[in-house]
């Protein structure tokens, strides 16, 4: 995954085994399961971002274009993990905001240079409007403009186990732990709107100070909760 078109700076990501299925109908839409076994994710310097490997399961439902309400055409995603160990560093938080700034959120497929001509009308081709200039229109690999029509999409992660260690500069420069029995996440996207929301749910959810400073303290839990009471008194949430 390029940090950005113009750059060879990117996260590599590395399975043991793949099983992909996908359908699509007609008026129907389209849906696709994805199953992950053994993932491993690297930064940049081939550095692991994780402990283990994670296995995982991913469910994409596509609806159909022009049908019902912006909701009921937007995507959803549903993404499940195992046990996950995640390591991050502040390189490697800073690579993944850069990524989702100039990779993930930009619109040009960066096929062409700016000042390439655009092909003559022809079959397959296209042809530019009064108010679009060569500049303007995003060609794909056909040479014919990339209609964007951006829908919503309704994301929803789940962790039966999560632990994220944040570390400084280094590896061995810690800063804090952090655990949790279940983790679920729901993001929601909404581009016509330019919004995006997420709420972060963790069950049991504790923070350990992991600083060398803090080393021989008899307490170094930053936040703790009793997983005696109820179910809904140990959920930390974040929205």
Excluded: W
């Excluded at 099983?19 to 007609?26: C, K, R």
């Excluded at 209609?147 to 929803?156: A, L």
């Excluded at 919004?195 to 749910?201: A, E, H, M, P, R």
Aim: hydrophobic share 35%; aromatic share 4%; charged share 25%.
């Amino acid at each position: 995954l390029p940090e950005k078109a113009s750059e060879q700076q990117f996260f590599s990501v590395q399975t043991g085994e793949l099983s992909a299925e996908y359908t699509s109908l007609p008026e129907i839409g389209g849906d696709a399961r994805v199953s992950l076994k053994d993932v491993m994710m690297r930064d940049l310097d081939g550095t692991d971002m994780q402990d283990a490997p994670i296995h995982m399961g991913i469910d994409i439902v596509l609806p159909p274009e022009g049908v019902g309400s912006d909701d009921d055409q937007a995507y959803r995603i549903k993404l499940e993990m195992s046990q996950a160990e995640f390591l991050l560093t502040k390189n490697q938080y800073r690579q993944i905001l850069s990524t989702l700034d100039t990779n993930i959120s930009e619109m040009d497929l960066f096929l062409r240079d700016i000042d390439s001509s655009v092909p003559p009308v022809g079959e397959g081709e296209v042809s530019l409007e009064k108010d679009q200039s060569a500049e303007s229109v995003n060609l794909t690999h056909a040479g014919v403009a990339q209609d964007v029509k951006p829908r919503s999409m309704f994301i929803d992660v789940t962790i039966h186990s999560m632990s994220l260690s944040l570390r400084g500069r280094t590896e061995n420069d810690g800063i804090a732990l952090v655990r949790a029995v279940r983790t679920s996440v729901h993001m929601v996207t909404r581009p016509k709107e330019e919004k995006l929301s997420t709420t972060i749910s963790l069950q049991e959810l504790v923070c350990v100070d992991e600083r060398a400073s803090a080393i021989g303290r008899s307490e170094r839990d930053l936040v703790s909760q009793d997983s005696t009471v109820g179910n809904d008194d140990h959920l930390f949430v974040i929205s």
